[in-house]
């Protein structure tokens, strides 16, 4: 059995007896290692390996060959408290494994296009009495986290021409639904020169390659089957108008209809009304908005787009209007062109994973996660 001894240091996450053969999964960071021992390799070690239980942690030393991996000895075996282990199930692990190899994948997407990533602040100057926001006192002066960085962005944008970031997201919304967290992890994106179709499409790319990339991995079994339907099929595209008229929505918002406009798919809902569209959407006419939202089956809305204002005149009089000059004048000071086109789109990552995962709730993603309570209450 010739070959480099390897050694390391594990949880064991599943244990399979069979009598005379059993197998073993031990799990390191994102590492996972089978192993399967024989007794009739193993006579005189079998029986304390017969004693390994799910949730102990062990070094194991191995060979490596080909395929297989020939266990020489466990010579550490700690017993693990199964009761007190925060994440119990293996499919629980591999969510959180899976997560780490999808901003893998999105890292190397938006690298090949040529996108640069970027650090952004989440401590956002300036005064606000939304409930949603987190205020805080900084050094005496007023200050919130972020619920988006999309106007940081844009000027990183100006600067660098196509740029993303993958950041922590503060909103304090008195919602308990299954869909809400109060920190989240949202994939933003902004470029020059491209309009909201131009975005729609990197968006719709970058899903189908989340997908591809999965089913070529050695996740697949973890995925939920029924988003690899999408892989090789368009996303669907209706323009607000026709979503308003079919579910009657009295031009607000799409709420409670957002799962039922996507039941036949990913789809893109277009050209809000300006009243209820971001107020940096550019104006398409007077009755529609430049951007998009786009809704997956099962989960409802994961993604807002638009194309940005960018007159520099129109954005201080908006500013003024709504007392936010004081707060956002900096935005007008740093923006080096004056109606330049600029799209992008913000992602909400854990909704995503709801859609990747088959979940309901979206608390399942999030380790930790805080909702009108403090996560502390939960672990007393």
Request: with cysteine.
């Amino acid at each position: 059995m010739a070959g480099k001894i390897i050694s390391t240091f594990g949880r064991i996450i599943n244990v399979r007896n069979l009598g005379g053969i059993i197998f073993l999964k031990l799990l390191n960071g994102s590492n996972t290692i089978e192993f399967v021992i024989r007794k009739d390799y193993y006579r005189s070690e079998f029986d304390s390996i017969k004693k390994i239980n799910k949730g102990d942690f062990a070094i194991i030393e191995y060979v490596k060959k080909d395929t297989d991996n020939f266990v020489i000895n466990i010579p550490l075996l700690k017993k693990g408290n199964s009761s007190k282990f925060f994440i119990t199930s293996e499919t629980e692990l591999y969510l959180h494994i899976i997560q780490n190899f999808v901003k893998k994948k999105i890292l190397d997407f938006f690298e090949a296009k040529g996108f640069l990533y970027v650090d952004l602040p989440f401590i956002h100057p300036g005064e606000i009495k939304q409930e949603a926001f987190y205020v805080k006192n900084f050094f005496e002066k007023p200050a919130r986290l972020t619920t988006s960085n999309a106007l940081y962005l844009n000027i990183m944008a100006f600067n660098f021409i196509k740029v993303f970031t993958l950041t922590r997201c503060f909103r304090a919304e008195p919602s308990k639904t299954s869909r809400h967290l109060s920190e989240f992890n949202m994939l933003e994106v902004a470029m020059l020169n491209e309009d909201l179709l131009e975005v729609m499409d990197l968006l719709e790319e970058l899903i189908v390659y989340i997908l591809d990339s999965l089913e070529k991995s050695a996740y697949k079994e973890y995925i939920n089957a029924k988003v690899m339907n999408w892989k090789n099929r368009k996303f669907l595209r209706l323009p607000y108008k026709t979503v308003n008229q079919k579910y009657k929505l009295n031009n607000k918002g799409l709420g409670k209809y957002e799962k039922r406009i996507a039941r036949e798919g990913p789809t893109f809902v277009i050209g809000f009304p300006p009243k209820i569209a971001s107020w940096m959407s550019r104006l398409e006419n007077n009755e529609e908005a430049q951007n998009f939202n786009l809704l997956l089956p099962g989960v409802g809305e994961v993604a807002e787009g638009n194309s940005k204002i960018t007159f520099l005149t129109l954005l201080k009089s908006k500013f003024q209007i709504s007392g936010m000059y004081p707060n956002l004048k900096w935005y007008l000071k740093l923006s080096p062109y004056d109606n330049i086109m600029l799209s992008g789109f913000g992602l909400g990552m854990e909704r995503l994973f709801m859609w990747i995962f088959d979940l309901k709730n979206i608390r399942k993603v999030f380790p930790f996660y805080r909702d009108w309570r403090f996560a502390e209450d939960y672990y007393e």
